[in-house]
DNA sequence: CATATTTTAGATCATATGATCCAAAACATA
DNA sequence: TATGTTTTGGATCATATGATCTAAAATATG
């Protein structure tokens, strides 16, 4: 019984995050969000809640469909170094590959959340962690084998790694110049030792 | 001739800046700015012009108190070296001194702007390249000096501090925490062959 | 003191916004 | 086919927002 959906839950959302992903939370209105949805607000508030319960899915939807799933696979790469460059090449090549310049949504996020909001925060904050302990999982396995000299401090460079991360993605943003985004990523495999990234 | 301003030009832009500053530029409104500057719509209006127009003014008054001070206070440092190091420390600094998690406006709004505004994103542009561009002067003097080793790119270098600093800022408004943005600045400075920030 | 000029205060306009309501539509199940 | 449940479309509500208008207020100058 009930009537069924006309929508596909993931056309939609794909469709919600590329609202947010372009404009940001407070830029996008709701009006706006159905037209690009192709549902009317009836819908959206049926299916998802209000704005803020949407633009979480959205962000959830987004993170399922990148970071998480880049994540992963660069893990499983023959070698920590490896892991680490192969990540820093796939994140610079979206960004530049990207001709909306949109950068990351899960930094573009973390930028506009106020104190206000601390529930989103802590949630912003967890999935950003995830990168700082990829970084540091593959700095302690390169201890192990030996391709992280002894001299590195490896929660530090782990942290080096993630803050530059961010800095690139921003730049990706407001400056998405080749030169810049890999010459800050050789710059920091340059100073843990690491050989350069892959060719894109 | 002609009646005399009531208001101070430096109290009342202070109090726009710290409003875009907390919220950004979106989440502001004018009647909220009008309350904060203790001023009418009618006053703001005929002083700056429109709300971009005070944003983009309010930017140039949080410029001049700080980032272009703080580089013009550091660039006259006795080492290049001393330089950076200072001006990561002052960063860091102001970050966690800041109790709201404000972060950078000029980072913030970085993030903020969309391609549908050019001329702002040029402005903020030409803004943080004066970031990149001390770094780098600081890191070519220091070649000539001898303290920064020969097997360092200067570009490369420049480009990761500025990358990285960036981070730090987004970090400052989401995640403030001294552990996390003194690692990354120290592994930064170790990066390069530099001693250690000066103690706060 | 009179005048010209700018600022200020409050009201207001047209629109945008987030959210919700209601009735019609659609379909699985009995 | 009849029933019950959910979705959908369109309208609408209350408020917020950016911007502007008008008239009163204030003061330097002649």
Redesign the interface.
Known sequence: MARPRKFDETAVLDAAVDRFW???Y??TSTRELAESMQMTLASIHNAFGDKRALFRRSLEHYLDGSLRARIARHEAAPSPAAAIAGFLRESIERSLGDG??R?CLL??S??????ADPDM?DF??AE??TI?DFFRRCLAKGRQSGEIPAG??V???A??L???????R??A???PERS?LE??A???L???GLPPMPDS
């Open positions: 372009t404009q940001g407070e830029a909306c310049r950068g930094v573009n973390a930028l506009e959340v106020t104190q925060r912003l904050n950003l962690t700082e590195i401090d929660d530090d460079a942290r080096l993630f803050s530059s991360l961010l800095g690139i921003v730049l943003r407001v400056r810049l010459g800050a050789r710059g920091a340059a100073s843990l």
